[in-house]
């Protein structure tokens, strides 16, 4: 099968997603890191998991409410 180049993008950005989370945020990365709260997982129209949720300490969108990108990793165990 051939990747579009979209696809191979996509495919990119998921191995890098998967390699941030196998090698864990530093205490720093935490520290400094947006806080969301009150979230609920939600399907988005394209059908993919996304949580909405009160953000705060977002360095673009501050204090609001947003929904997130597509999820690509849940640790049901972390939280």
Partial sequence: ??????QRIWV??????ISA????PSEADLA???????????ISH??????WGMVSGHPRL???QITTLQ????NAARG
Avoid: F, H, Y
């Avoid at 099968?1 to 979209?6: F, S, V």
């Fill in 62 to 64: 501050g204090s609001n």
């Fill in 1 to 6: 099968m051939k990747l579009t180049p979209d």
């Fill in 32 to 42: 400094d890191a947006p806080v969301l709260d009150c979230w609920r997982p939600l």
């Fill in 71 to 74: 999820l690509i990793a849940v």
């Fill in 21 to 24: 989370v196998e090698t864990a």
């Fill in 46 to 51: 394209r059908g993919d998991l996304i949580l």
């Fill in 12 to 17: 990119s950005k998921v191995l890098a997603a």
